[in-house]
Nanobody
């Protein structure tokens, strides 16, 4: 069983920054890809970013490319999402997820454990 706990969400003005963290339990963290997804009010959950098990490969949604950076520290069992130049349309609940495989994926069905989510609100 894997538990994922997100933190770092909050309220920020447009143009500001936040850093989300996701701490994972278990001894297999470094064996699997990790991802961040988000769900805005009234919308479907969408892919944000993913990182391979070693951190050597990353991939981003077009909407966040150049503004968000995903990273991981396997020694700390933690994955991060650095969010810069935030926009009101980034407002959502952000979820981290553990991949079922070692390689990156943008597909929800290829993630088998999910955190409870952390709220990010960007004011204009």
């Amino acid at each position: 069983q894997v538990q994922l706990v997100e933190s770092g969400g909050g309220l920020v003005q447009a143009g500001g920054s936040l850093r989300l963290s996701c701490a994972a339990s278990g001894r297999t963290f470094s064996s699997y890809a990790m991802g961040w997804f988000r769900q805005a009010p009234g919308k479907e959950r969408e892919f944000v970013a993913t990182i391979s098990r070693t951190g050597g490969s990353t991939y981003y949604a077009d909407s966040v490319k150049g503004r968000f950076t995903i990273s991981r520290d396997n020694a700390k069992n933690t994955v991060y999402l650095q969010m810069n130049s935030l926009k009101p349309e980034d407002t959502a609940v952000y979820y981290c997820a553990k991949g079922a495989y070692s390689g990156i994926s943008i597909t929800e069905r290829e993630y088998d454990y999910w955190g409870q989510g952390t709220q990010v609100t960007v004011s204009s």
